[in-house]
């Protein structure tokens, strides 16, 4: 039957929503070579590792869905069994500084992917062409591997980490720029690929603790032997 619930048994839970407007991109884990290629274009590391995510004012936490198949054992029943967690991209929205460096790091990272000029052939040669660099070398490979969305609330307390494993900017979409009375912000949308995404922090010293990918002191149990407290965690 209907539960009495009253505006004081809600409150405590509605009263405590998160803000969609305390977040943090962070860009991290380009190879020496990507790095490298990126400041030659006058986009320094210390940019790519900290303004450039200051610089999005519009980000997404990621999702990801599951491939299914049906099977038809049993007559008049179908069933549906999971058989690949799905990864969707992810779009992100920057403001262009008045040196162009975030609209600098997107072009030449995508440049970068396409061997950029390694080939030796001028970029306005008629005979121009690339070839895609491998995506995991650790000298000069074109994935990220520490990129992080960071959700957080206003006491800095409550936090849910997203880090994206194998991301690069796969489409950057058109940027326009026009006359009008007013002087209006260059905004840039840029959609990344990735191979895979973590839900809580991966960080070494979180492991140790016992909390990474949003646990609670479950190695610090294991450790200590403390089976119990292990198996109430998994049954609560």
């Not at 995506?135 to 959700?151: E, V």
């Not at 949308?189 to 895979?196: E, G, L, N």
């Amino acid at each position: 039957m209907p539960e009495n619930i009253t505006l004081a048994d809600i409150k405590p839970l509605i009263g405590n929503l998160s803000r969609a407007n305390y977040y943090e991109v962070k860009f991290g884990g380009l190879s020496g070579g990507l790095r490298s290629y990126l400041g030659s274009r006058n986009v320094s590391t210390q940019f790519i590792g900290g303004d450039a995510g200051l610089m999005c004012y519009n980000a997404s936490l990621p999702g990801s869905s599951l491939g299914k198949v049906e099977s038809s054992n049993f007559s008049g029943v179908v069933e549906n069994f999971a058989h690949t967690r799905i990864f969707t991209p992810i779009n992100l929205e920057f403001y262009c500084d008045n040196e162009y460096r975030m609209l600098k790091m997107l072009e030449h990272w995508q440049e970068y992917i396409t061997s950029g000029n390694g080939n030796g052939t001028n970029y306005s040669s008629p005979y121009y062409n690339y070839r895609v660099k491998y995506p995991n070398d650790p000298a000069d490979g074109y994935k990220s591997d520490s990129t992080k969305i960071i959700k957080f609330e206003s006491d800095y307390n409550r936090v849910m980490e997203y880090s994206f494993i194998g991301l690069f900017p796969l489409d950057m979409a058109s940027t326009p720029v026009r006359y009008g009375p007013k002087s209006e912000l260059i905004r840039i949308s840029c959609s990344f690929a990735y191979d895979r995404y973590i839900a809580g922090s991966i960080y070494s010293v979180d492991y140790l603790q016992g909390n990474f990918n949003n646990l609670r002191g479950i190695i610090s149990d294991i450790s200590t032997g403390n089976a119990s407290s292990l198996l109430s965690r998994f049954i609560n």
